[in-house]
C-alpha cells in the first residue's frame, strides 16, 4: 500500500472538483466519502443530490478561514492531499476498511491524532475500487498548526502495518533513500510531448552519465553545460559554488520560461554537498590522457580495481564508498561497450543508482582507485578487445553480487533489491560479451592427453568444484585458456588455485566460464622467467669481461616446459 503525500495546496474546492470529477481520461466512478472527522455533519455530494462541492469545501476551511481573520498574516499552504493506493494484486476493500485505514494514516500523520477532538478537518474520499484520496485542510479547530514534520515517515511506517493486518502486499519499509517520484502533472507533460521519461528522471540520467568524466563539481556543470542542458549555478559574493540547478531543453512552464530542478529534487546522492564528496577527494589526481601511455588498458586497469572489492567491503563507510564508485564504473562501462551491449548494461546502471546510496556515510577516499578506472574508461577513445570486456563484465557481475550482499546483511532491502536487478542485467551483457570468445576458444581443440593433464590440475588445484567444472559446456574453452598461459609461462595449478580464492564458486551457474575470464585477465602477460632475470641482474651489475671466454659466455640451455612437452607430442 503506498500513500503519497502531495505538496500542500491552497485551493480545496479546485482538489474537491478533481475528486468528484470524471478524472483526466474518465476513469473516475461513483465518488463518495467513506470517512471524515467526528464533526462532519454534512450531506456528501457524491450521494445527495442538493449538497454541493462549495459548501463541502466552505465547511472544511472553517478553521482556516477563522483564523485567517484573526491573525495579519494569512495562511495559504493550508490542503493537504494524500492518495493511498493499493497494489493490483490486492483484494477488494469495502467502503468500511478503507475508512479504517484512512482513520490509521490520518492518526500517523498528526492530521487527527488519537483522542484528540480538535484535530484537523479531513475527509477520504473514494472514486475507485483500489484507491482513496485523503483531504484535509491543515489548521486544527483551535487554531493551530498540526505538527506535520517528518508525517510522510509515519504515514509508510503505518502502511507496513495496514498490510500486515489486512493481508494486503507487504512492502518494503521505506530509508529515506529514494528519489522522488514523478507526479501526475510531470508524467501527463511527457506523454504530451512524447517524451519517454519525466525531467527530472532524464535528468538524473544525464547527471549520472556526467560524473565519471568529472572530477570536480564544477566540471561537471561545465559537462553537462556542453551537453546541451540548462545549468543554473547559484555563487556566493567570493563565486564559491554554493548550489545548482539544471533544466531539460523543452522544458518551459507557461511563460514560455526554462523549468529548472535542484540537484537534491532530482535524486538525494545529487545534492551539491554530496557531489563534491565524492568528486573532489583529497588523493592528487593523475589526468586519464596522462594514463594512456601506461601499458596496461583501461579495461584491464578496471578489472584489476575490482580484485580488491571485496577486501573493501570490510568497513561500513569504505563498503558504502566502493558501492558508490561501483554505479560510476557501470555507467562508464555502458557509455564505451560497443552497441549490442549498451541497452543492457545502461539498464544496469540505470537499476543500480537505487543501489548506490543509503544512509550510511561514505569514506569517499577509500575508492579512489575505482574511482580513477570509471574516469580512464570514460575518458579513453578506444573500446575494448573481445576477452577484455567479457573479463571486465564478470568481474562487475561478482562485484555487484558482492555489494546485494553487504546490503541485504545490513537490511537495506531495497538498495539490495535495486543491486539484484542490475545484476540481471550485467548477466545478459557478460554472457553476450563471453559467447565469441568462448566459441573462438573451443574451435582450438587441444589433444586428448593434454585435456587430461589440465583436468589433473583441476581436480588438485579446485577438488570441490571439479566435477561441475569438468562437466560444464565451456570447459573446452577453458582448458584452451590454461593450456596458452602455461605456454606464457604460467602454473595451470597456480592460476587456477588463484582464480577460485578471488570469486567462490558455490553461487556460479557456470563455474569453467566464470574462471576463463579470471585466468585469461591474470595470465595476460608472460610470467617471468627467474634465469633470464638473474642473468640480467648479472649482466647489469658485472664488471665489462676482460677474458676471451668472458667475452664469449656459452649459450644457457632453457628449461623444458610441460607446453613443450604437448608440442613436441603433437
Not at 492518495?83 to 493490483?88: C, G, Q, S, T
Not at 498490510?163 to 518494503?172: S, V
Given at each position: 500500500?503506498?500513500?503519497?503525500?502531495?505538496?500542500?495546496?491552497?485551493?480545496?474546492?479546485?482538489?474537491?472538483?478533481y475528486?468528484?470529477?470524471p478524472?483526466?481520461?474518465?476513469?473516475?466512478?461513483?465518488?463518495?466519502?467513506?470517512?471524515?472527522?467526528?464533526?462532519?455533519?454534512?450531506?456528501?455530494?457524491?450521494?445527495?443530490?442538493?449538497?454541493?462541492?462549495?459548501?463541502?469545501?466552505?465547511?472544511?476551511?472553517?478553521?482556516?478561514?477563522?483564523?485567517?481573520?484573526e491573525?495579519?498574516?494569512?495562511?495559504?499552504?493550508?490542503?493537504?492531499?494524500?492518495?493511498?493506493?493499493?497494489?493490483?494484486?490486492?483484494?477488494?476493500?469495502?467502503?468500511?476498511?478503507?475508512?479504517?485505514?484512512?482513520?490509521?494514516?490520518?492518526?500517523?500523520?498528526?492530521?487527527?491524532?488519537?483522542?484528540?477532538?480538535?484535530?484537523?478537518?479531513?475527509?477520504?474520499?473514494?472514486?475507485?475500487?483500489?484507491?482513496?484520496?485523503?483531504?484535509?485542510?491543515?489548521?486544527?479547530?483551535?487554531?493551530?498548526?498540526?505538527?506535520?514534520?517528518?508525517?510522510?515517515?509515519?504515514?509508510?511506517?503505518?502502511?507496513?502495518?495496514i498490510?500486515?493486518?489486512?493481508?494486503?502486499?507487504?512492502?518494503?519499509k521505506?530509508?529515506?533513500?529514494?528519489?522522488?517520484?514523478?507526479?501526475?502533472?510531470?508524467?501527463?507533460?511527457?506523454?504530451?510531448?512524447?517524451?519517454?521519461?519525466?525531467?527530472?528522471?532524464?535528468?538524473?540520467?544525464?547527471?549520472?552519465?556526467?560524473?565519471?568524466?568529472?572530477?570536480?563539481?564544477?566540471?561537471?556543470?561545465?559537462?553537462l553545460?556542453?551537453?546541451?542542458?540548462?545549468?543554473?549555478?547559484?555563487?556566493?559574493?567570493?563565486?564559491?559554488?554554493?548550489?545548482?540547478a539544471?533544466?531539460?531543453?523543452?522544458?518551459?512552464?507557461?511563460?514560455?520560461?526554462?523549468?529548472?530542478?535542484?540537484?537534491?529534487?532530482?535524486?538525494?546522492?545529487?545534492?551539491?554537498?554530496?557531489?563534491?564528496?565524492?568528486?573532489?577527494?583529497?588523493?592528487?589526481?593523475?589526468?586519464?590522457?596522462?594514463?594512456?601511455?601506461?601499458?596496461?588498458?583501461?579495461?584491464?586497469?578496471?578489472?584489476?580495481?575490482?580484485?580488491?572489492?571485496?577486501?573493501?567491503?570490510?568497513?561500513?563507510?569504505?563498503?558504502?564508498?566502493?558501492?558508490?564508485?561501483?554505479?560510476?564504473?557501470?555507467?562508464?562501462?555502458?557509455?564505451?561497450?560497443?552497441?549490442?551491449?549498451?541497452?543492457?548494461?545502461r539498464?544496469?546502471?540505470?537499476a543500480?543508482?537505487?543501489?548506490?546510496?543509503?544512509?550510511?556515510?561514505?569514506?569517499?577516499?577509500a575508492?579512489?582507485?575505482?574511482?580513477?578506472?570509471?574516469?580512464?574508461?570514460?575518458?579513453?577513445?578506444?573500446?575494448?578487445?573481445?576477452?577484455?570486456?567479457?573479463?571486465?563484465?564478470?568481474?562487475?557481475?561478482?562485484?555487484?553480487?558482492?555489494?546485494?550482499?553487504?546490503?541485504?546483511?545490513?537490511?537495506?532491502?531495497?538498495?539490495?533489491?535495486?543491486?539484484?536487478?542490475?545484476?540481471?542485467?550485467?548477466?545478459?551483457?557478460?554472457?553476450?560479451?563471453?559467447?565469441?570468445?568462448?566459441?573462438?576458444?573451443?574451435?582450438?581443440?587441444?589433444?586428448?592427453?593434454?585435456?587430461?593433464?589440465?583436468?589433473?590440475?583441476?581436480?588438485?588445484?579446485?577438488?570441490?568444484?571439479?566435477?561441475?567444472?569438468l562437466?560444464?559446456?565451456?570447459?573446452?574453452?577453458?582448458?584452451?585458456?590454461?593450456?596458452?598461459?602455461?605456454?606464457?609461462?604460467?602454473?595451470p595449478?597456480?592460476?587456477?588455485?588463484?582464480?577460485?580464492?578471488q570469486?567462490?564458486?558455490?553461487?556460479?551457474?557456470?563455474?569453467?566460464?566464470?574462471?576463463?575470464?579470471?585466468?585469461?585477465?591474470?595470465?595476460?602477460?608472460?610470467?617471468?622467467?627467474?634465469?633470464?632475470?638473474?642473468?640480467?641482474?648479472?649482466?647489469?651489475?658485472?664488471?665489462?669481461?676482460?677474458?676471451?671466454?668472458?667475452?664469449?659466455?656459452q649459450?644457457?640451455?632453457?628449461?623444458?616446459?610441460?607446453?613443450?612437452?604437448?608440442?613436441?607430442?603433437?
Open positions: 500500500m503506498i500513500a503519497a503525500i502531495k505538496p500542500a495546496g491552497s485551493n480545496t474546492r479546485g482538489l474537491l472538483a475528486l468528484y470529477g478524472g483526466r481520461h474518465d476513469e473516475h466512478t461513483d465518488p463518495h466519502i467513506v470517512a471524515g472527522f467526528a464533526m462532519l455533519g454534512m450531506p456528501d455530494p457524491g450521494r445527495a443530490p442538493d449538497a454541493t462541492l462549495t459548501q463541502l469545501a466552505h465547511h472544511l476551511d472553517a478553521p482556516v478561514r477563522l483564523r485567517n481573520s491573525f495579519g498574516k494569512k495562511i495559504t499552504d493550508h490542503v493537504w492531499h494524500c492518495p493511498v493506493r493499493a497494489a493490483p494484486e490486492d483484494r477488494y476493500l469495502s467502503d468500511a476498511e478503507w475508512a479504517e485505514i484512512a482513520q490509521r494514516i490520518v492518526e500517523a500523520a498528526g492530521i487527527a491524532p488519537p483522542r484528540d477532538d480538535l484535530g484537523c478537518r479531513w475527509i477520504a474520499v473514494r472514486h475507485a475500487d483500489d484507491h482513496i484520496h485523503i483531504l484535509a485542510t491543515t489548521v486544527r479547530e483551535d487554531g493551530r498548526r498540526p505538527g506535520l514534520h517528518d508525517s510522510g515517515i509515519r504515514v509508510g511506517d503505518a502502511c507496513r502495518q498490510e500486515k493486518d489486512y493481508g494486503l502486499r507487504r512492502l518494503k521505506g530509508d529515506r533513500t529514494a528519489g522522488h517520484r514523478p507526479n501526475q502533472a510531470e508524467m501527463h507533460k511527457a506523454e504530451r510531448l512524447g517524451w519517454e521519461q519525466t525531467s527530472r528522471a532524464w535528468l538524473q540520467d544525464r547527471i549520472r552519465a556526467a560524473i565519471p568524466h568529472a572530477s570536480s563539481a564544477e566540471e561537471l556543470l561545465a559537462y553545460e556542453a551537453d546541451g542542458i540548462a545549468v543554473k549555478p547559484r555563487r556566493g559574493p567570493s563565486g564559491d559554488l554554493l548550489g545548482y539544471v533544466g531539460r531543453p523543452g522544458d518551459r512552464n507557461k511563460d514560455g520560461e526554462q523549468i529548472f530542478h535542484p540537484g537534491g529534487k532530482i535524486a538525494p546522492d545529487l545534492t551539491l554537498p554530496k557531489l563534491k564528496a565524492h568528486l573532489e577527494t583529497t588523493a592528487p589526481e593523475e589526468h586519464p590522457t596522462a594514463r594512456r601511455n601506461r601499458p596496461i588498458t583501461p579495461w584491464h586497469q578496471a578489472t584489476d580495481a575490482l580484485d580488491t572489492f571485496h577486501a573493501g567491503m570490510a568497513d561500513d563507510t569504505h563498503a558504502q564508498a566502493q558501492i558508490t564508485a561501483l554505479g560510476e564504473l557501470i555507467e562508464a562501462t555502458a557509455q564505451k561497450a560497443p552497441a549490442n551491449l549498451q541497452a543492457e548494461l539498464a544496469a546502471s540505470r543500480f543508482a537505487r543501489a548506490q546510496r543509503s544512509q550510511i556515510r561514505a569514506e569517499n577516499q575508492a579512489h582507485t575505482l574511482r580513477t578506472a570509471a574516469r580512464d574508461i570514460a575518458y579513453t577513445a578506444t573500446g575494448p578487445d573481445g576477452s577484455a570486456l567479457a573479463a571486465l563484465l564478470t568481474a562487475l557481475v561478482w562485484a555487484t553480487i558482492v555489494a546485494a550482499r553487504w546490503h541485504e546483511v545490513k537490511n537495506h532491502a531495497h538498495q539490495t533489491q535495486a543491486a539484484r536487478q542490475s545484476l540481471h542485467h550485467l548477466k545478459t551483457a557478460a554472457d553476450h560479451a563471453l559467447a565469441p570468445v568462448v566459441d573462438s576458444l573451443t574451435a582450438r581443440q587441444l589433444s586428448n592427453q593434454a585435456h587430461r593433464t589440465l583436468a589433473h590440475d583441476i581436480r588438485t588445484a579446485i577438488p570441490d568444484h571439479a566435477d561441475r567444472i562437466a560444464d559446456p565451456t570447459w573446452p574453452a577453458l582448458a584452451t585458456v590454461l593450456a596458452d598461459a602455461e605456454t606464457g609461462g604460467h602454473k595449478h597456480q592460476l587456477l588455485k588463484e582464480a577460485a580464492a570469486r567462490e564458486l558455490t553461487t556460479a551457474r557456470q563455474p569453467a566460464r566464470v574462471l576463463i575470464t579470471r585466468i585469461q585477465h591474470t595470465s595476460r602477460n608472460p610470467a617471468p622467467n627467474p634465469r633470464a632475470e638473474a642473468a640480467r641482474r648479472r649482466t647489469t651489475m658485472a664488471p665489462m669481461p676482460s677474458s676471451p671466454r668472458a667475452r664469449n659466455p649459450p644457457t640451455t632453457a628449461p623444458t616446459t610441460r607446453a613443450d612437452q604437448r608440442h613436441r607430442q603433437r
